[in-house]
């Protein structure tokens, strides 16, 4: 049998960096194609409506096969941020 003797600095290093890497892996990326619950979720909305008007408008990218309907998330995230407003107001 081997030993293998680390100092306590590079054993603690080694250590963060297995942290990091398992996090990695571990976190998920976000799915593209989201469900109209999900889709209204990100939006901030409760109403089936509002997002068959944004769809209907052509402000938001969609996909349906039959009556399966999923949103496309990175068209929502463009939507808000087109529609961010700065204030102007003046703090006194």
């Known amino acids: 049998m081997k030993i293998i003797v680390f100092e306590k600095e590079a054993?603690?290093?080694?250590?963060?960096?297995f942290?990091?890497?398992?996090?990695?892996?571990a976190t998920p990326e976000p799915k593209e194609w989201l469900s109209?619950?999900?889709a209204k979720n990100l939006l901030g909305?409760?109403?089936k409506s509002?997002?068959?008007q944004l769809r209907d408008y052509g402000e938001i990218v969609f996909s349906q096969h039959g009556r399966v309907i999923r949103?496309?998330?990175s068209s929502i995230i463009s939507f808000l941020e087109k529609h961010i407003i700065k204030s102007h107001r003046?703090?006194?």
């Not at 054993?11 to 960096?17: A, D, I, N, T």
């Not at 942290?19 to 892996?25: E, F, M, P, S, T």
């Open 71 to 73: 949103y496309s998330r």
């Open 36 to 38: 109209p619950n999900e």
């Open 45 to 47: 909305f409760r109403s």
């Open 50 to 52: 509002k997002l068959q």
């Open 11 to 17: 054993y603690y290093k080694m250590l963060e960096e």
């Open 19 to 25: 942290k990091k890497l398992i996090k990695d892996v």
């Open 90 to 92: 003046k703090n006194y």
